[in-house]
């Protein structure tokens, strides 16, 4: 296993920024078994800045507002055509910090599309944010759909938890799990 020569952060395989400082790692070399330096390169290495609290709040405010009129239009539109559309409150407020019901299950499946196939949602577009894997990857579906589930259903935990296990990698639980971080995009 290798360690950040910064901050002294285990780095996974692969990994081409440590997920705590932050600092790229082109070429990390082992000198007498026990030291890492680090060498940064001139040949395109990975720079990002990671998402701070507010940007990753106002992004999700911003999906939020989407999603939520989106769902309010079919409400309205569902009431004036005489459905019921009040089937979604069935699960609410029956556990406390979770969730579950359709507009939970919305937002789910609206991060799970625009993470997973986009590496952004509207909300990280406007406010110029994207979600890769630790490696600096694409997330795909697999790891979009678990970094989802904490945002969707448990987000009051979800945040809670990763604020206070994960202070400076500013990474949700979930974030934490299914080994994604928000990043500044390039502009």
Excluded at 113 to 132: E, N, P, R, W, Y
Aim: proline share 4%; aromatic share 14%; with cysteine.
């Amino acid at each position: 296993m290798l360690y950040c020569p910064k901050c002294g952060n285990k780095i996974p395989k692969g990994a081409q920024y440590c997920s705590t400082c932050g600092v790229p790692l082109d070429r990390v070399k082992t000198e007498n078994k026990s030291k890492l330096k680090y060498e940064p390169s001139n040949s395109g290495s990975l720079m990002f800045r990671k998402a701070f609290w507010d940007e990753r709040f106002f992004a999700w405010l911003v999906d939020m507002l989407i999603v939520g009129i989106s769902l309010g239009i079919i409400g309205i539109f569902s009431w004036l055509t005489g459905q019921s559309f009040n089937w979604w409150t069935i699960w609410s407020g029956w556990a406390p910090l979770l969730n579950i019901n359709i507009g939970g299950i919305t937002y789910f499946l609206y991060w799970l599309i625009m993470d997973g196939l986009f590496g952004q949602s509207f909300g990280k577009m406007v406010i110029g944010l994207k979600v890769t894997s630790i490696d600096g990857g694409s997330i795909g579906l697999r790891s979009a759909a678990l970094e989802s589930l904490g945002k969707a259903f448990l987000l009051p935990l979800d945040c809670l938890l990763g604020w206070i296990l994960y202070p400076l990698r500013r990474q949700r639980i979930f974030n934490h799990l299914s080994e994604t971080i928000v990043v500044r995009s390039k502009s």
